[in-house]
C-alpha cells in the first residue's frame, strides 16, 4: 500500500511537518491546494509549493480543489510527480494529455456526491483516480463509508493498471476497508500527523 502524507493540519508548523515526512517511510508527500472558490478554505499558493518541494525528499502529490484549468496550470509548472484535480472542473481530455506531456502524472478526484460516470471518458488517459471519503475543504473529518461501494463499482469499468487512490479520514480502523474495495494508495493527513513519529501511524497503513 503506497502511503501519501498531508501536511494539511499542519499548516502552521509546515517546516517541521515536511521534515517529518522526509524522515518517514511514506511514499508521497500529499499537498491540498485550494483556491478558497471550489472549498471555502484557501490553502498552498502556488510559492509555498514551490519552496515545499525544495525542502521534500518524497515526491509531491499535489492536489488541486481549484475551480479553473488556468490554476491547474499554475502548478503544472512546478512538474510535481502527481498533479490531481477535480472531474468536476474538467472541460476536455486535450488537458490531460497536455499535463502528461510535461512528464507529469495526472490524477482526477471526486467528491462523495459525484457519480463515477463522470470519470469514464477520461479513464485511458489518467494515471489515478482519487476517490473523497470526506467533502473536500478541511483535514480532520470521519470518513463516509458510501464511497466503499463506489470504489468497487468503479474497479468493474477501470484499467488494471490505474491506481485507486482515496483521501480523507483514513486510520488504522477505516484503512480495512480501502484495502477491501482494492485501494493500492492512500492519503492519510492527521492520523499521521498527530503522531510524534510519523512511521507509528504509517506502519499502521502499509
Ligand atoms: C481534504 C483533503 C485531505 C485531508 C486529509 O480536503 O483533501 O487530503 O487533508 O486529512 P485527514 O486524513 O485528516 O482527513
Ligand atoms: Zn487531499
Redesign the pocket.
Given at each position: 500500500m503506497k502511503v501519501s502524507v498531508?501536511v494539511?493540519?499542519e499548516y502552521d508548523n509546515l517546516y517541521d511537518a515536511v521534515l517529518k515526512v522526509n524522515e518517514s517511510s511514506c511514499d508521497f508527500l500529499?499537498i491540498?491546494v485550494?483556491d478558497g472558490k471550489f472549498?471555502d478554505n484557501k490553502k498552498f499558493s502556488v510559492d509555498m509549493v514551490k519552496q515545499i518541494k525544495k525542502v521534500s525528499k518524497k515526491p509531491l502529490d499535489v492536489?488541486l480543489?481549484v475551480n479553473d484549468i488556468k490554476t491547474v496550470m499554475e502548478y503544472a509548472n512546478l512538474k510535481p510527480e502527481y498533479l490531481t484535480f477535480h472531474v468536476e472542473i474538467i472541460d476536455d481530455v486535450k488537458t490531460i494529455k497536455y499535463l502528461k506531456s510535461l512528464g507529469i502524472k495526472v490524477g482526477l478526484a471526486i467528491n462523495p456526491e459525484t457519480d463515477i460516470k463522470y470519470l469514464k471518458p477520461y479513464v485511458s488517459d489518467i494515471d489515478l483516480v482519487l476517490f473523497?471519503s470526506?467533502n473536500?475543504?478541511?483535514?480532520?473529518?470521519s470518513f463516509n463509508y458510501d464511497v466503499i461501494n463506489k470504489i468497487k463499482e468503479f474497479k468493474k469499468m477501470s484499467p488494471d493498471n490505474l491506481i485507486i487512490n482515496i483521501?480523507?479520514?483514513?486510520n488504522d480502523k477505516t484503512i480495512n476497508f480501502c484495502k477491501e474495495a482494492g485501494c493500492n494508495m492512500v492519503?492519510?493527513?492527521?492520523?499521521v500527523t498527530n503522531n510524534q513519529f510519523y512511521d507509528d501511524a504509517i506502519n499502521k497503513l502499509k
Open positions: 498531508s494539511l493540519k500529499h491540498d485550494m472549498v492536489h480543489m473523497m470526506v473536500p475543504g478541511y483535514g480532520g473529518q483521501d480523507g479520514g483514513v492519503v492519510s493527513g492527521s492520523y
